[in-house]
T-cell receptor
Framework: GIQVEQSPPDLILQEGANSTLRCNFS?????LQWFHQNPWGQLINLFY???GTKQNGRLSATTVATERYSLLYISSSQTTDSGVYFC????????????FGEGTQLTVNP | NAGVTQTPKFQVLKTGQSMTLQCAQD?????MSWYRQDPGMGLRLIHY???????DQGEVPNGYNVSRSTTEDFPLRLLSAAPSQTSVYFC????????????FGPGTRLTVT
């Protein structure tokens, strides 16, 4: 199956700093999603981005499918951005069989 | 819309007991999946369904059964609980009208003693 590697595993920032999270995957994919798991355990879908670039407020994501990686950018970080960020992929467009990376634990200090 | 709902939120079982984790969605999604999350790890797929009456195995299916008799519901059954099944279980759903984003329920924290 697809291997998904995320880096860095841990990241500590001061409020207001910017950061880039990376997701590498081992095979071509037709579905790639980024999720945020908040400190209470809830998983929130941030982006569906099998290719190209998307932006949503302070967050943006870019997937370069031909080079098998995706990047999640967080600008002007806030303490509420803390949590674990997961990248997940599927060879099928449907995304019914997502393979998850192990996540990046982000801590934003005030 | 309530989105994806899961019950119970917490459960403690003794080894060998059986139980069913409930999952329901009201978004008319065709696809539903069950994942487990162990400490410090990402999620692993247990079983999934691409429509009512259709289910298939994921990465870690042993010890679990599923069925999908309706579009809305996708229960997960633990046949004979083992301590290795202590985990947080998430149900997810996706796909309608060309949108493939996956939405997760709040999770069920299961402890097997």
């Amino acid at each position: 199956g697809i291997q998904v590697e995320q880096s860095p595993p841990d990241l500590i920032l001061q409020e207001g700093a910017n950061s880039t999270l990376r997701c590498n995957f081992s095979d071509s994919v037709n579905n790639l999603q980024w999720f945020h798991q908040n400190p209470w355990g809830q998983l929130i879908n941030l982006f569906y981005i099998p290719s190209g670039t998307k932006q949503n407020g302070r967050l943006s994501a870019t997937t370069v499918a031909t080079e098998r990686y995706s990047l999640l950018y967080i600008s002007s970080s806030q303490t509420t951005d803390s949590g674990v960020y997961f990248c997940a992929t599927d060879k099928e467009t449907s995304g019914s069989r997502l393979t998850f990376g192990e996540g990046t634990q982000l801590t934003v200090n005030p | 819309n309530a989105g994806v709902t899961q019950t119970p939120k917490f459960q403690v079982l003794k080894t060998g007991q059986s139980m069913t984790l409930q999952c329901a969605q009201d978004m008319n999604h065709e696809y539903m999946s069950w994942y487990r999350q162990d400490p410090g790890m990402g999620l692993r797929l247990i079983h999934y369904s691409v429509g009512a009456g259709i289910t298939d195995q994921g990465e870690v299916p042993n010890g679990y059964n599923v069925s999908r008799s309706t579009t809305e519901d996708f229960p997960l059954r633990l046949l004979s609980a083992a301590p290795s099944q202590t985990s947080v279980y998430f149900c997810a759903s996706s796909y309608s009208d060309g949108f493939y984003e996956q939405y997760f329920g709040p999770g069920t924290r299961l402890t097997v003693t």
